[in-house]
């Protein structure tokens, strides 16, 4: 079946960079793209970014500066980087499949993993 | 980028009863517009995708609707596992903007 799990470290430091994978089974990250989204404390869903199947990206204009988002397509694995963390980046951050042609929306999500910005 | 707006903020309603959620696109997204329910502690779900379009295992009790900047998602006859926060999104290019969020509360 269709599974996304997130990876990551829980807590960073501020300044610090933040590495999150999400490894995938059940389907093929050539035939799906892969969006990454995060969720504050209490609060509503935000979108970072996206890696399409081709291994294109396209992100937040707000995280543009420090975010990346790559791929391994034969380890079925994606990847996010994000730089220079404060602590309004605390968040549990989700992948999520993305099904362009079929429904256009997010049919599937990883469980998300939490992260805490703090010293 | 497109904006999306969402209400009510908070809804409070009883078992049994039916419910509307709005959501407000800043720019024509013909039907690119999905619906998410996200229960306490877990991942969002998606329930709506292209409008109206149930996703698999949504029962009929929720329906989706509009085009172009106005759409509703209407829940008949709420059933406990029902409550929780709903999401909408507009799939029409990147950004994928969400809406803010409505939190359906037991009354």
């Known amino acids: 079946q269709v599974q996304l799990k997130e990876s990551g470290p829980g807590l960073v430091a501020p300044s610090q960079s933040l590495s999150i994978t999400c490894t995938v089974s059940g389907f093929s990250l050539t035939s799906y793209d892969i969006s990454w989204i995060r969720q504050p404390p209490g609060k509503g869903l935000e979108w970072l970014g996206v890696i399409w199947t081709g291994g294109g990206t396209n992100y937040n204009s707000a995280f543009m500066s420090r975010l990346s988002i790559s791929k391994d397509n034969s380890k079925s694995q994606v990847f996010l980087k994000m730089n220079s963390l404060q602590t309004d980046d605390t968040a549990i951050y989700y992948c999520?499949?993305?099904?362009?042609?079929?429904?256009?929306?997010?049919?599937?999500w990883g469980q998300g993993t939490s992260v805490t910005v703090s010293s | 980028d497109i904006q999306m707006t969402q209400s009510p903020a908070s809804l409070s309603a009883s078992v049994g009863e039916t419910v509307t959620i709005t959501c407000r696109a800043s720019?024509?997204?013909?039907?690119?517009l999905a619906w998410y329910q996200q229960k306490q502690g877990k991942s969002p779900q998606l329930l709506v995708y292209?409008?109206?379009t149930l996703a698999e295992g949504v029962p009929s009790r929720f329906s989706g609707s509009g085009s172009g900047t106005q759409f509703s998602l209407k829940i008949n006859s709420l059933q406990p596992e029902d409550f929780g926060s709903y999401y909408c999104?507009?799939?029409?290019?990147?950004?994928?903007?969400f809406g803010s969020g409505t939190k359906l509360e037991i009354k």
């Open positions: 292209n409008a109206k």
């Open positions: 999104q507009h799939h029409y290019g990147t950004p994928f903007t």
């Open positions: 720019e024509n997204i013909y039907s690119y």
């Open positions: 999520v499949r993305d099904d362009g042609i079929t429904t256009g929306a997010m049919d599937y």
